[in-house]
Antibody
Framework: QVQLQESGPGLVKPSQTLSLTCTVS??????????WSWIRQNPGKGLEWIGY???????YYNPSLKSRIAMSIDASKNQFSLSLTSVNAADTAVYYC???????????WGQGTLVTVSS | DIQMTQSPSSLSASVGDRVTITCRAS??????LNWYQQKPGKAPKVLIY???NLQNGVPSRFSGSGSGTDFTLTISSLQPEDFAAYYC?????????FGPGTKVDIK
């Protein structure tokens, strides 16, 4: 059974960096054809795809966030991570990690973690 | 970016009703259209992928159709556990985008 679990601070101050990690179990993060994604949801904007990283390190980021995002992968720990810099209140959301498989749909999701941006 | 719209934004229905939700893309996405169900406090769960393919383990009362820009999700006989929000999502071209959702509640 594939499981994903997000971890990281639930509160981040404005202008600081949001950092989250997703730990994958039941699947190898190095599996071909599996793309590891971050998606967020806030009441005002619905579901927003942030980007994905492939085991090779290739990434694709949402252009709306591209200047502030970095994703990385740690195959030894079967984890991937998200870093979002210069956060503001609009970045307050539930952040999900998810696995995308071909033909490009999200078949497994983490439970989500609420990140609040506030001083 | 490809914009996704859904209609209706919400609907009230009874157990046993046939329910249809529509999704429209701002440009052709062939059949790169997925449907998700989300219950309060939970992550979305995929129901249909590539427009018409039922995800393993999803009841057969759910079905999807369409291609190009217009798609539908149909629940043939609404069950109590189906009261939730439903989202379409295009995966034709990144950034992958979601519809605003349709909330199905009890009449």
């Amino acid at each position: 059974q594939v499981q994903l679990q997000e971890s990281g601070p639930g509160l981040v101050k404005p202008s600081q960096t949001l950092s989250l990690t997703c730990t994958v179990s039941g699947d190898s993060i190095s599996s071909t054809g599996h793309y590891w994604s971050w998606i967020r949801q806030n009441p005002g904007k619905g579901l927003e795809w942030i980007g994905y990283i492939y085991y090779s390190g290739d990434t694709y980021y949402n252009p709306s966030l591209k200047s502030r995002i970095a994703m990385s992968i740690d195959a030894s720990k079967n984890q991937f991570s998200l870093s979002l810099t210069s956060v503001n209140a609009a970045d307050t959301a539930v952040y999900y990690c998810a696995r995308m498989i071909l033909p490009r749909y999200f078949d497994y999701w983490g439970q989500g973690t609420l990140v609040t941006v506030s001083s | 970016d490809i914009q996704m719209t859904q209609s209706p934004s919400s609907l009230s229905a009874s157990v046993g009703d046939r329910v249809t939700i529509t999704c429209r893309a701002s440009q052709t996405i062939t059949t790169y259209l997925n449907w998700y169900q989300q219950k309060p406090g939970k992550a979305p769960k995929v129901l249909i992928y590539a427009a018409s393919n039922l995800q393993n383990g999803v009841p057969s009362r759910f079905s999807g159709s369409g291609s190009g820009t217009d798609f539908t999700l149909t629940i043939s006989s609404l069950q109590p556990e189906d009261f939730a929000a439903y989202y379409c999502q295009q995966s034709y071209s990144p950034p992958f985008t979601f519809g605003p959702g349709t909330k199905v509640d009890i009449k």
